[in-house]
């Protein structure tokens, strides 16, 4: 049961799931669509489930107007059912049935993009997680799986293309102007994979012949004019087929395959079944419009998307709670994906510390906070709030450690049967790790606790080194802090992968003793199961430096005493690169966190030469890849910083890594000119890897050398913004410009290229998004400015990309000027807040858990944000996304 008055959340527990009482083998639908009234017709074939505990139909609604309901052809009687709460209940159904249901809804007045909804003029549908019921009544919970068939009828001149799921079996005109479009999607699907679209667009398309040899039909649907920016999601379509075909054996098991691109998008993409509904963002590029993180983005959503159609639609969930079955897995598959494409060892790497930087910068904090939450949660108040870094990232870490603990092959095998088992089916994360042990035939009961534990686990390390006996020992224990609602953590299995290095540098082959270990491996993979452990290798002539956690082979934070110079060493000689990188991020942060406590203090800043040494080696080593360099040179990010600290000061923080920035540029001038005109990427623009690293390097040069005041490197940054030929070089200038700080002539510089970007660009809504985005990260941007840029004409809350341009930038990305001590960004963030409830609850709660960690912060800013959070949580009619999320932090 759940409820529509906010004011009383109603929490949703995992432990209270009951089968449907009914199932539902087909159904046929019909739309006719109209933005102010769309009829909808509902045909239903349903039947008893003798094993469910439940004995009404039991059908949910939201937003409807019901028109007729019928079983059997009969109107159901008043008396026989009830609509409470969203509820439609009907008691004495016979046991088979055929229940007819007609709504009307109102597509246009839809602004929460939830159900079917009007974006410039074209219609729309987001189902996932509880949107058909803003269609029509139905048992809308995904383990409830039907065969559907869709008709489609609209005016023929403003809704030219009307599409659904599956096949086309029929289109034709009709009277008034009108016409038809028949659909039939032949697999079942739960209801949040349903989709329509109808409106003016235009696709590029072509056949694509499988590996089996057959042909499928590709198309990517635009609006008229945007058939520029289409090659790049296409390109990436076929790779993803190819792909999945060869890395997992799935094919593409539909005749056609849509891709279709829209501006106004809660999230990133949709895997409707046949008919991907994608945010613009993720869909359209060209050199001119996209950056190369855009070319990147595009590539691995179109693939997440895709691979869903194994992970998430033929095997779907049982219930919501079990979200990270299809996310974690199909994230994992996605990053995979990308680092195969690439295909060297260091892009792999490269791509592997890109995702762990997320994980650690967003999930992680996510886990020390008031939503802290299980890889499979116990319960909700609103699921679309559960759509988090820790379903998906994390997630995808669970699934990453079945494949480091079974191998490449034995995660093959553990997929086939999990396939095998379940194809059609709607199961439960422990299906999954039930096919991953009996393929296996590994004990993975103890694995259990990473969906069950919520919080970051921390493993500490020991080291002993016994010259006498030639043995190392390395002694880990664990813990894990305590999280809302679960005090006591027990141990989890935990994959620790190791190698030790010599003084040249180079790995040992690794004996472990009481393991079998293969011949000369030099990483093995420790398993830490118990609170504490001891690991003894043998034959080691002298003491070595270990390289723990290869790989982030574990979602955990690794404490371990490193002397500087052994991570000098790490940095300089790991033949593992993540461990490679992390060193340099190790020795980075410990100089971070006590410049932050100088700034704390009032003392003088300063930057030893041996890190500044270090650096400056690794940005000179030209036998490294710039992407692997781009990365050892970019330093933990604020927030990062953050997170090592009690109480955080933002402002002491940003200070603390400013200095940073500008002593390495003031040491490294040289070696960054150098790194600049090295990597210049002249000639025709690709977003390949080997280039888009060129630039990246590059332009991360660049933005170091703009730290200090220089007239000649200020023009470097000008001519670069006036001579690029590719977004991603005209971006990095005019980030770099505005973020100098220097004299009032470039300023007014600075201003200028500004206001040109938005001239040039004006008709690019995607680009006009990074416009905001930059003025809203600035380093001299404040909420005044935030509210002075809302008013801009080109500035709309009602459309996501553009509130996340500014407002979200603003408070997740520009720290020190969100925390400023008078409480101006926080009294933004509630009025934004608040403002955004009205339109798109979705939205709102997503830039409501900006606070979700206000208890970290000194006193005086403690008590703004609690009067902030108090606010929002007063607000009249608040949606339960946003109560739930706000209530949750206040009561931290
Ligand atoms: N499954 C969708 C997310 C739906 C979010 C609903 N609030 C996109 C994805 O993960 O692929
Ligand atoms: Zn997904």
Redesign the pocket.
Same mark, same amino acid.
């Given at each position: 049961m759940r409820t529509d008055t906010p004011s009383t959340p109603l929490t949703i527990y995992r432990k209270d799931y009951i089968a449907p009482g009914f199932w539902v083998d087909t159904v046929e639908m019909g739309f006719d669509l109209d933005p102010i009234a769309t009829h909808v017709a509902t045909r239903m074939t349903m039947r008893r489930n003798p094993e469910s505990s439940e004995k009404d139909i039991v059908l949910f609604g939201e937003s409807l107007k019901l028109l007729q309901l019928r079983i059997n052809g009969v109107s159901v009687k008043k008396s026989s059912y009830s609509i409470e709460n969203g509820i439609l209940r009907i008691r004495n159904a016979p046991d088979e049935l055929t229940l007819d249901i007609e709504t009307l809804i109102q597509p246009a007045k839809n602004t929460s993009l939830?159900g079917l909804y009007v974006s410039n003029n074209n219609f729309f549908t987001?189902c996932?997680?509880e949107g058909f019921r803003k269609i029509t009544f139905f048992p809308d919970r995904p383990d409830v799986m039907a065969k559907y068939t869709v008709m489609l009828r609209g005016d023929k001149k403003k809704y030219p293309v009307l599409l659904s799921n599956g096949n086309l079996i029929a289109e034709g005109d009709l009277p008034g102007g009108r016409h038809f479009a028949k659909w039939e999607d032949p697999f079942k699907k739960p209801s949040y994979l349903f989709a329509l679209v109808a409106g003016k667009l235009v696709c590029q398309q072509e056949k694509y012949k499988l590996k089996s040899g057959r042909k499928v039909l590709l198309q990517v649907w635009v609006e008229d004019g945007n058939l520029d920016k289409t090659q790049h999601a296409m390109d990436s379509l076929k790779n993803s087929i190819r792909w999945d075909e060869e890395r997992f054996g799935l094919e593409l098991d539909l005749d056609r395959f849509m891709i279709v691109a829209v501006s106004d998008f !809660?999230?990133?993409?949709?895997?409707n079944k046949g008919l991907n509904i994608f945010n613009t963002k993720y869909v359209l590029a060209n050199p001119s419009i996209a950056t190369d993180v855009d070319y990147a983005g595009i590539e691995s959503v179109v693939g997440?998307?895709y691979f869903?159609n194994w992970t998430?639609n033929r095997v779907t969930c049982r219930d919501w709670f079990q979200l990270s079955l299809k996310?974690g897995l199909?994230v994992f598959r996605d990053q995979e994906f990308s680092a195969d494409l690439v295909g060297t060892a260091t892009g792999r790497a490269v791509k592997r510390i890109e995702d762990v930087r997320l994980l650690r910068q967003v999930q992680f904090s996510e886990d020390a906070g008031p939503m802290a939450h299980p890889v499979r949660p116990d319960s909700f108040v609103e699921i !679309?709030n559960f759509?988090t870094v820790t379903i998906?990232e994390k997630g995808s870490e669970v699934v990453r450690m079945y494949y480091t603990l079974l191998g490449h092959d034995g995660f093959r095998k553990g997929m086939d049967l999990y396939f095998q088992r379940h194809d059609g089916q709607a199961v439960e994360c422990d299906d999954f790790r039930a096919a991953m042990a009996d393929s296996s035939g590994r004990n993975l009961k103890q694995f259990e606790r990473w969906y069950s534990q919520a919080g970051t686990p921390r493993v500490k390390v020991e080291s002993s080194y016994d010259k006498a006996s030639k043995t190392y020992e390395l002694t880990l224990s664990q813990s894990c802090p305590a999280t809302p609602g679960q005090s006591k953590k027990l141990p989890f299995h935990i994959p620790v992968a190791v190698g030790l290095l010599n003084s040249n540098g180079k790995d040992l082959v690794l004996n472990l003793e009481g393991q079998a270990t293969p011949s000369k491996a030099t990483t093995v993979v420790l398993e830490l199961t118990s609170a504490k452990q001891t690991f003894r290798f043998t034959g080691v002539a002298k003491k070595p430096v270990p390289s723990i956690l290869r790989n982030f082979s574990a979602p955990v934070v690794l404490e371990y005493e490193y002397t500087d110079e052994e991570l000098g060493h790490l940095l300089a000689h790991d033949s593992d690169a993540f461990n490679r990188w992390e060193a340099g991020q190790r020795l980075a942060m410990r100089r971070l966190v006590k410049l932050t406590k100088s700034v704390l203090q009032g003392e003088a800043l300063e930057l030893d030469s041996m890190f500044v040494e270090a650096l400056r080696s690794t940005l000179n080593d030209r036998t490294l890849d710039p992407s692997f360099r781009e990365l050892v040179l970019t330093l933990p990010s604020e927030a990062m910083v953050a997170e090592e600290f009690k109480e955080v000061n933002p402002q002491a923080i940003h200070q603390a890594r400013q200095f940073m920035r500008s002593s390495l540029t003031q040491q490294l001038r040289a070696d960054l000119l150098t790194a600049y005109e090295e990597n210049l990427t002249p000639g025709k623009y690709s977003p390949d890897a080997v280039s888009a690293a060129k630039r990246g390097l590059k332009n991360l040069a660049l933005s170091y050398l703009l730290e200090w005041p220089e007239d000649a490197t200020f023009a470097l940054a000008k001519t670069q913004f006036d001579e690029a030929q590719n977004m991603t070089d005209r971006l990095a200038a005019l980030t770099a410009l505005t973020n100098f700080s220097g004299s009032a002539k470039n300023a007014k510089v600075s201003a200028q290229a500004l206001q040109k970007f938005f001239r040039d660009f004006k008709k690019e809504a995607l680009v006009i998004d990074k416009w905001f985005m930059l003025q809203g990260t600035a380093r001299t941007t404040d909420a005044a400015k935030v509210r002075e840029l809302m008013k801009h004409p080109a500035f709309t809350l009602s459309n996501p990309n553009r509130a996340r341009s500014l407002a979200f930038s603003f408070c997740n990305a520009n720290p020190s000027r969100f925390h400023a001590a008078d409480g101006s960004g926080y009294a933004l963030w509630a009025d934004l807040v608040v403002a955004l409830n009205k339109l798109n609850p979705?939205v709102a709660a997503r830039l409501a858990r900006s606070l979700d960690r206000w208890r970290k912060y000194p006193k005086a800013l403690q008590v703004q944000m609690k009067a902030a959070l108090q606010r929002v949580a007063d607000t009249s009619k608040l949606s339960k996304d946003v109560l739930e999320v706000v209530t949750k932090a206040l009561a931290s």
């Open positions: 939830s987001q996932e997680a !809660n999230m990133g993409a949709m895997e997440h998307e869903h998430g996310e199909t !679309n759509y998906y979705q």
